[in-house]
């Protein structure tokens, strides 16, 4: 039986553990995921957003969280509209927030004046979002878009040669890094661990459940710096509890979870686990409680939220 080493730091130390306290059936599973908890190591991407805060430079509101939590629904909005995949948007988000961190030295001057006025000027951001949009298109999904289009969204706002300009900076800023692992892809490996008898309804739950509190979490900009092995755990096991035992029992769960924790090598009472599971929870009763009535009339998708308020004017909006 193939034994192998991992570490994946849940929070601050090195779990380590093997593929021989697994049953067989789940080695190749433990082999994939190790491969890809290895491969996260280099999609890294660091908090770059002071939380909550608004500061002002030159006499404006630079961008925010709140300026973030905007362009990610307007991300989600235009990946649904265009009945393309969702994990496409989350893909998008995360490229955007690791070319505001990227600290490459590959980079070029001109693409560090990018990186740092991105950060400042809510026009340059709405730029950067929309490209990193338009690359996980291309490279995730099977339809042709250029960059005609996308300048189309933002009604020439953003114009095609800007769009391509900045496709090339972020792409050389994140090394041509563009296919880390994401939360669902880790989530539907974690389902693949269900005992066998387990009733497809129930992994329908996990799944619906998990995914949802994904598409909330990547619009926090408190999980920017979290892996995203952690937060597919985090989210199955709070979609987990949400099962009644007569339908999951507490063996079949026991031994479910032990081969989650086995195959990330990550503790049960893991801290950082703990706080995750919390932060998903509070953003998903915020999101119930903020959920718009459903008379509500559909949202255009085809412009940022913050476009006016980008530009000058007496009653701009209070965030972007």
Not at 13 to 18: F, I, N, Q
Request: proline share 4%; net charge positive.
């Amino acid at each position: 039986m193939y034994v192998a080493t991992v570490s994946n730091s849940s929070h601050g130390s090195e779990a380590k553990h093997s593929a021989q306290s697994l049953p067989e059936k789940h080695v190749e599973l433990y082999n994939t995921i190790s491969a890809m908890l290895q491969k996260e190591k280099h999609y890294a991407c660091p908090d770059w957003l002071e939380h909550g805060t608004t500061k002002k430079a030159g006499g404006r509101v630079v961008v925010d969280a709140s300026c973030r939590a905007k362009v990610c629904r307007w991300i989600f909005r235009t990946v649904e509209h265009a009945r393309m995949k969702r994990e496409t948007a989350i893909i998008a988000i995360s490229y955007l927030d690791r070319f505001l961190w990227s600290k490459s030295s590959r980079a070029s001057r001109v693409q560090r004046v990018r990186i740092e006025r991105a950060r400042r000027d809510r026009r340059e951001y709405q730029l950067v979002a929309m490209t990193s949009l338009y690359v996980a298109i291309k490279i995730n999904e099977p339809i042709e878009m250029d960059a005609m289009t996308m300048s189309q969204l933002s009604r020439g706002l953003q114009s095609a040669q800007d769009i391509i300009s900045c496709e090339q900076d972020i792409l050389s800023c994140l090394r041509w890094k563009m296919n880390g692992p994401t939360s669902y892809q880790f989530i539907s490996y974690i389902l693949e661990l269900l005992p066998d008898s387990t009733n497809v309804n129930i992994a329908l739950q996990l799944y619906t459940d998990s995914h949802r509190q994904v598409e909330l979490s990547v619009q926090d900009p408190v999980f920017v710096p979290i892996r995203r092995s952690n937060v597919a755990i985090a989210a199955i096991l709070n979609a987990l509890n949400g099962i009644e035992l007569i339908d999951f029992p507490s063996e079949k769960r026991a031994a479910f979870l032990q081969s989650v924790f086995e195959s990330f090598g990550i503790q049960s009472d893991s801290p950082l686990l703990r706080l995750v599971r919390k932060r998903l929870l509070h953003i998903s009763r915020i999101a119930l409680r903020c959920r718009a009535p459903q008379s509500q009339s559909p949202r255009r998708v085809d412009r940022f939220d913050y476009v006016r308020a980008s530009r000058p004017h007496p009653s701009s909006c209070k965030s972007c």
